[in-house]
């Protein structure tokens, strides 16, 4: 029944390290998104894609990398894990996202990234 | 630069009304959101306004005024589980959300 679901929801991981998180919808949304919330709790996008194209790539560094298979799906892969990516990592999902329109974005329960 | 305000933290009493307050500065105003976030868990949509004026959602409403660049979320009969960050977002020109930082709201017995 989840409609948005994330795995991991945690992750503990060294320095250096390489790590994937995934998301997948089973809402038909057309758009997705990664969102990262820090220790301030302010909610940052980081990248939208819709159906399968990315349209949101904001200034984040090239070590993050969205990848998605198909619209259900989005996964972001980060290299070189540092200390400062600790945060919990949200994704999203919408209906077809056109210009003109504005649509609810429904959140997965998160990944809470610790970077050691 | 654009620029959502809203109080860090709020305390009310149980069966009590409680407004948060969000200002903002955008560029460009396609809609403002209210969502709910409970410790730990996802961000949860309540409203939506777009247009000016007040809106009623059982306990919760929504206000906005575009001419003062102004919403609050108003809520009624507080209980003890709407405890709980209030997150202002707002939908900027080229329809993306720029996000305050949230409202900790603490309902106390």
């Known amino acids: 029944d989840t409609a948005v679901s994330q795995t991991p929801k945690y992750l503990v991981t060294q320095m250096g390290n390489d790590k994937s998180i995934k998301c997948e919808q089973n809402?038909?949304?057309?758009?997705m998104y990664w969102y990262k919330q820090d220790s301030k709790k302010f909610l940052k996008i980081m990248f939208s894609?819709?159906?399968?194209?990315?349209?949101i790539n904001e200034t984040v560094p090239n070590r993050f990398s969205p990848k998605s298979p198909d619209k259900a799906h989005l996964n972001l892969h980060i290299n070189s894990l540092e200390l400062g990516d600790s945060a919990v990592y949200f994704c999203?999902?919408?209906?077809?996202?056109?210009?003109?329109?504005?649509?609810?974005?429904?959140f997965g329960p998160g990944t809470r990234l610790l970077v050691l | 630069g654009q620029n959502i305000d809203q109080p860090t933290e709020m305390t009310a009493t149980e069966g009590a009304i409680v407004q948060i307050n969000c200002t903002y500065q955008t560029s460009g105003f396609n809609g403002l959101f209210w969502y709910q976030q409970h410790a730990g868990e996802a961000p949860t949509f309540l409203s939506y306004?777009?247009l000016d004026g007040l809106e009623e959602k059982g306990r919760f409403s929504s206000f906005l005024s575009r001419s003062k660049g102004y919403s609050y979320l108003l809520l009624k009969e507080l209980q003890m589980k709407d405890s709980a960050s209030y997150l202002c977002?707002?939908?900027?020109?080229?329809?993306?959300?720029?996000w305050g930082a949230g409202t900790k709201l603490i309902i106390k017995p």
């Open positions: 809402l038909g949304h057309d758009t």
């Open positions: 999203a999902s919408s209906p077809l996202s056109l210009a003109g329109d504005v649509e609810t974005q429904y």
């Open positions: 894609y819709n159906n399968k194209e990315l349209i």
């Open positions: 977002a707002v939908v900027d020109s080229n329809y993306q959300l720029i």
């Open positions: 306004n777009v």
